[in-house]
């Protein structure tokens, strides 16, 4: 009954396009954000980069948000970064890589994209590679293989990880629009590297994307899109969903269809990465107290 489900967002989201008070406050500009983000310096020396990790299912706009990160810094519409897909097949990264952004300043963070989640036990990114990777046991270039996560002594298998290795964020993308409709055991994956990430004291955000598929009358409108009922319908059923708290779940306008950048996308774009930079600098100054 998927069509049906399709057919009620699209009712709701009409009866529902917004409120005159927003939901939640952000910048009105990216002046303070952009600053924040081309200033700042992993506080703990021996970390060279502060380690994103990126997870989530296929066609989420994992890969996409990459690219618009870059362009965001760059000022320019680029996707030099990380290859994307428009088809709607399966996943279209398949390999462990660590993206460096490329702006006018050296970026002292990276981002690592994952193979997309997928129902099926034989399909999509293995959870317990994942988990490996989250430890810093997962070597550049590793190809993703569904059906056998990596095992100790696998080429692609790094033995003795440094805290440079290591993730020190995990953030969860997931299309706004399919929320609801994501399979349960989808869901439960999510649920399972959670899980993993919370023992290893890893911090985790989320971020919505396609808010303009999802919800045509928000468009790039930064005040318009938190002013959005259905929007902040889709951030409740995930937070129920998956156990992130409100207040970890952001939306994200991605570039995809633009030919230049735009002030309120890279709004909602550097308002996500300060956060997200912020609680890998939490997970780094924890390790430091303990």
């Not at 995809?256 to 909602?268: A, K, P, Q, R």
């Not at 300060?274 to 997970?283: A, L, M, S």
């Amino acid at each position: 009954m998927k069509w049906f489900k399709i057919w009620l967002m699209s009712y709701v989201n009409y009866i529902s396009a917004g409120s005159s008070k927003p939901w939640r406050e952000i910048p009105e500009n990216k002046t303070d954000d952009l600053s924040f983000v081309e200033n700042y310096q992993p506080k703990k020396k021996m970390v060279k980069h502060l380690r994103i990790l990126l997870h989530g299912p296929v066609g989420a706009g994992k890969s996409s948000f990459i690219n618009s990160v870059t362009s965001c810094l760059q000022g320019r519409i680029t996707c030099s970064n990380a290859f994307t897909d428009a088809t709607s097949g399966g996943s279209f990264t398949t390999q462990y890589k660590t993206h460096k952004i490329n702006s006018a300043r050296s970026c002292p963070f990276v981002f690592n994209d994952t193979m997309g989640l997928e129902e099926g036990n034989n399909d999509g990114v293995h959870v317990e590679d994942i988990k490996l990777a989250m430890k810093g046991h997962v070597r550049e270039n590793y190809m993703f293989h569904p059906e056998s996560p990596l095992s100790e002594g696998d080429k692609g298998y790094n033995p003795c990880p440094t805290l440079d290795d290591k993730v020190h964020i995990l953030v969860f993308v997931v299309d706004a629009g399919k929320v609801s409709l994501m399979d349960d055991k989808v869901v439960k994956k999510m649920r399972d590297v959670r899980r993993a990430a919370c023992d290893l004291g890893i911090p985790q955000l989320a971020i919505l994307t396609k808010i303009d598929e999802a919800c045509p009358m928000a468009k790039t409108n930064v005040e318009n899109v938190y002013k959005n009922n259905y929007l902040k319908q889709q951030v409740d059923m995930f937070s129920q969903l998956v156990g992130l708290p409100l207040s970890c779940i952001f939306l994200v306008k991605n570039y995809s269809s633009e030919i230049v950048t735009n002030d309120d996308i890279d709004t909602m774009i550097l308002n996500t990465l300060r956060q997200i930079i912020n609680y890998g600098e939490d997970f780094l100054d924890n390790l430091e107290q303990n």
